[in-house]
C-alpha cells in the first residue's frame, strides 16, 4: 500500500497538477481534500491544456477513481462547468465521487466574499470571490449545507430559504445592497441537487476500503503550504489546510494512511495576491521569469508576482509537512539566465535568520541573504535522464538539497508529461 501525498511547498501555482497527472497513471485512486474551486490545476495531455479547479486530476487517468473529500467546499456551478469540458474532449466523468459531508457554496456565499472584500478597502486580501472563505465560515458556525442534505429535498429547501433571508438581512442592512433573489436560487440548485445525487458517496469508507485492499492512493493537494489558515502568511492565506495534516480531516482517514509526502517546489517563488515575499523581484528578471514560466493564475488570470528561490520558506514547508521529498517544478524556465541565486536565510535588522518569521512585519523587514549559481544557458527540455542535465543545473538542485535539507526525487523540465526526470521510484 502507497498513500502519497502532494502538497504545495510554497505560495501555490507550483505545478502540482502535472505532478499528479504524471503519479495519477500509477494510482488507483486520487483524493482531493480542500479548498474549493479557488484553485487550479493546469495539466498538459498530448498538446492539450485542461484547467481544472475542484475536479481532481485524476480524472485524466481513465482508470482511476476520483474523490471530491468532505473538506472541499464544493460548488455545484463550477463542477458541472468543469464537467462539461471534460465529457466535451471524451474524458470519462463516471468514476467521479463527492463526499456527503462536503459542504456547498451557493451564489450568496460568493455575494458575501465580494461584499466582505470589498468593505476591506486597502487591507483586502487578494481573495478570487468565489465564495470559499464565507462558506467555511458557515461551516464554522454551524450553519452550513451539505451535500447529504440534498437527499431530502423539503428539509433541503426549508435549511437553503432560511439561509437566503439570513444572508440577504446582512446584504441590505450592513452593505445596503440590493437582496438576492431567492426563488432563482432556490429553483437553480433544486435542479443541481437531481443531477448531484449519483455522485454523492461516504468517501471516507471508499478511501478507506482503498486503503486496506493496498491500492495506490495519491491524496492531491491545492494551493500551497503557505496559504496555510494557521501556518502560512495570515491573513493573506487561504481558509483550509493545504498541509499534509489537511488530508486526515479532510478525507476522513488516519495520519498512518500517508505514508510519504511530496513536496511540489518551483524553481524559483511565485505568488498571486499580497503579502510579504522576500525574494520578488521589481525587474526585468522577474518579468523574464514571468513571461518564460506563462506566469498567470489558472483561476483568476492574475499575473503572478515573482522571485529566487526561497529556501527559507521551502526550508519550513519541509518542516509543517514532514516532507519525504521534493518534486522540482519548471527548472527549464531558467536556462536564459547567466546567474541564478537561492535564498538560504533572512537578514532581520543585522540579525541572521533561517526559520521563517510567523510576524508579518518582521518578514516585511527580511532582506534575502543569496547564494549564487551560474546559469547553464542550455535548453534542457529535452532532456530524458539526470546525467543528461548540465552540471550547472546539477548544481542547482545539489544547493537546494543541502538548503532544504530533502532529496530531490523528480526534476520537470517543461510542461508535458515526458518531460519529467525521476530519480528513483515516488509511487
Not at 98 to 114: C, G, L, N
Not at 126 to 145: A, L, Q, V
Not at 229 to 236: A, E, N, Q, S
Amino acid at each position: 500500500m502507497s498513500g502519497l501525498a502532494v502538497v504545495g511547498s510554497q505560495w501555490g501555482d507550483e505545478g502540482k497538477g502535472k505532478m499528479i497527472d504524471y503519479l495519477a497513471k500509477k494510482a488507483d485512486m486520487v483524493v482531493r481534500g480542500q479548498g474549493g474551486n479557488n484553485a487550479g490545476h493546469t495539466v498538459v495531455i498530448d498538446e492539450k491544456k485542461y484547467a481544472l479547479h475542484l475536479i481532481p486530476s485524476g480524472v485524466l487517468n481513465k482508470d482511476a477513481v476520483n474523490i471530491i473529500g468532505n473538506g472541499v467546499v464544493f460548488d455545484p456551478r463550477g463542477f458541472f462547468e468543469e464537467l462539461e469540458m471534460l465529457e466535451k474532449d471524451g474524458v470519462d466523468t463516471t468514476k467521479i465521487f463527492i463526499s456527503d459531508r462536503a459542504h456547498i457554496v451557493f451564489p450568496y456565499h460568493r455575494k458575501m466574499d465580494e461584499l466582505f472584500e470589498k468593505a476591506r478597502g486597502k487591507e483586502d486580501i487578494g481573495t478570487t470571490k468565489k465564495g470559499i472563505g464565507p462558506c467555511y465560515m458557515d461551516k464554522i458556525e454551524r450553519n452550513g449545507i451539505r451535500t447529504c442534505d440534498l437527499f431530502e429535498e423539503n428539509s433541503f429547501i426549508e435549511k437553503l430559504s432560511h439561509e437566503i433571508d439570513r444572508k440577504n438581512e446582512m446584504i441590505v442592512k450592513l452593505f445596503e445592497e440590493k437582496p438576492l433573489d431567492k426563488q432563482a436560487i432556490i429553483e437553480e440548485y433544486r435542479d443541481y441537487a437531481k443531477r448531484l445525487l449519483p455522485y454523492i458517496k461516504d468517501t471516507g469508507v471508499l478511501v478507506y476500503e482503498a486503503i486496506k485492499q493496498n491500492k495506490n492512493v495519491l491524496f492531491e493537494g491545492a494551493q500551497g503550504s503557505m496559504l496555510d489558515i494557521d501556518l502560512g502568511t495570515y491573513p493573506y492565506v487561504t481558509s483550509s489546510h493545504p498541509t499534509s495534516g489537511g488530508f486526515t480531516a479532510g478525507c476522513g482517514i488516519g495520519a498512518g494512511s500517508i505514508t510519504d509526502v511530496l513536496g511540489i517546489v518551483k524553481a524559483y517563488t511565485t505568488r498571486v495576491g499580497k503579502g510579504p515575499f522576500v525574494t520578488e523581484l521589481y525587474d526585468e528578471i522577474g518579468d523574464k521569469i514571468r513571461e518564460t514560466g506563462h506566469e498567470y493564475g489558472v483561476t483568476t488570470g492574475r499575473p503572478r508576482r515573482c522571485g529566487w528561490f526561497d529556501g527559507v520558506v521551502v526550508n519550513y514547508s519541509a518542516r509543517i509537512n514532514g516532507l519525504t521529498g521534493i518534486a522540482l517544478m519548471l527548472l527549464d524556465v531558467l536556462s536564459e539566465f547567466d546567474t541564478i541565486k537561492l535564498c538560504y536565510a533572512y537578514d532581520y535588522k543585522g540579525e541572521k535568520m533561517v526559520n521563517f518569521p510567523a510576524r508579518l512585519d518582521v518578514l516585511e523587514e527580511c532582506k534575502p541573504i543569496y547564494q549564487e549559481i551560474k546559469g547553464w544557458k542550455k535548453d534542457i527540455t529535452n532532456c530524458k535522464t539526470y546525467d543528461e542535465l548540465p552540471q550547472e543545473a546539477k548544481e542547482y538542485i545539489k544547493a537546494i538539497e543541502e538548503i532544504v535539507g530533502v532529496s530531490v526525487k523528480s526534476i520537470s523540465v517543461g510542461p508535458k508529461r515526458d518531460q519529467t526526470i525521476l530519480r528513483g521510484e515516488i509511487f
